[in-house]
């Protein structure tokens, strides 16, 4: 399998609040709601490697064999349509997603095992941790196809970043004219505080970089 760019390619330097800013000053969607860190202090940058799941009906199915597909610096994510009541990703694949350098897992869903990840340094996001199984109970229902999460669109090969805040996405196409405006407003920000510190008001440090009109909505000239 063919690895996918390296995290320092795709901005690993930038923080999910930048990304967010930079997307709401452009009018885009693609902040994940609900979704938060199983583990504070860690963060990934990469591609998205989608799956999505569905109830078990009378056809039956399985929680499926789909990471070895997932090639190493993806980000895996996984909508299993926010439910909460069984886990759709446990210590095995925790373990086999590390062993293979896939950067990370994003669960609109539960996961389980949360110390085998912890122990392994595996970073992975969702919206609760619970320990019933997910055999039995959801299936995959598609790899590698568009899913919709929190009225956001994420298609395969999307870039995810996700940190202590949470995740957020940013569609391929966008990524570089997205990285460079939450740069742009790393460093405003930055420069906010330093004026602070040399002896200005918040307000007035504020005003001087424009900082009220910073992630406003630019409408295209």
Same mark, same amino acid.
């Given at each position: 399998?063919?690895?996918?760019?390296?995290?320092? %390619?795709?901005?690993?330097?930038?923080?999910?609040?930048?990304?967010?800013?930079?997307?709401?000053?452009?009018?885009?969607? #693609?902040?994940?709601?609900?979704?938060?860190?199983?583990?504070?202090?860690?963060?990934?940058?990469?591609?998205?490697?989608?799956?999505?799941?569905?109830?078990?009906?009378?056809?039956?199915?399985?929680?499926?064999?789909?990471?070895?597909?997932?090639?190493?610096?993806?980000?895996?994510?996984? %909508?299993?349509?926010?439910?909460?009541?069984?886990?759709?990703?446990?210590?095995?694949?925790?373990?086999?997603?590390?062993?293979r350098g896939i950067a990370g897992?994003?669960?609109? #869903? !539960?996961?389980?095992?949360?110390?085998?990840?912890?122990?392994?340094?595996?970073?992975?996001w969702s919206v609760s941790r619970?320990?019933?199984?997910?055999?039995?109970?959801?299936?995959?229902?598609?790899?590698? !196809?568009?899913?919709?999460?929190?009225?956001?669109?994420?298609?395969?090969?999307?870039?995810?970043?996700?940190?202590?805040?949470?995740?957020?996405?940013?569609?391929?196409?966008?990524?570089?004219?997205?990285?460079?405006?939450?740069?742009?407003?790393?460093?405003?920000?930055?420069?906010?505080?330093?004026?602070?510190?040399?002896?200005?008001?918040?307000?007035?440090?504020?005003?001087?970089?424009?900082?009220?009109?910073?992630?406003?909505?630019?409408?295209?000239?």
């Amino acid at each position: 399998m063919t690895s996918a760019p390296s995290l320092s %390619d795709r901005g690993a330097d930038l923080s999910t609040a930048s990304v967010s800013d930079a997307l709401d000053s452009l009018g885009l969607p #693609g902040s994940l709601h609900g979704i938060g860190a199983l583990h504070q202090g860690r963060r990934t940058v990469g591609p998205v490697f989608t799956v999505t799941y569905e109830p078990v009906d009378e056809t039956g199915g399985t929680v499926g064999d789909f990471l070895d597909d997932v090639p190493a610096g993806a980000v895996i994510l996984i %909508d299993n349509a926010g439910r909460t009541d069984c886990t759709v990703w446990g210590g095995i694949m925790s373990e086999t997603a590390h062993e293979r350098g896939i950067a990370g897992t994003v669960i609109h #869903g !539960t996961c389980r095992d949360v110390a085998v990840a912890n122990t392994t340094g595996y970073p992975v996001w969702s919206v609760s941790r619970f320990m019933r199984t997910g055999k039995d109970r959801v299936r995959v229902a598609a790899v590698q !196809t568009a899913v919709t999460i929190d009225g956001v669109v994420i298609h395969p090969g999307d870039i995810l970043v996700a940190d202590d805040d949470g995740a957020v996405v940013v569609p391929a196409a966008r990524w570089d004219e997205v990285a460079d405006l939450a740069r742009h407003i790393d460093r405003v920000e930055e420069a906010i505080v330093q004026v602070v510190r040399d002896g200005a008001t918040l307000a007035e440090a504020r005003a001087r970089h424009g900082y009220h009109a910073l992630q406003t909505r630019k409408d295209p000239s």
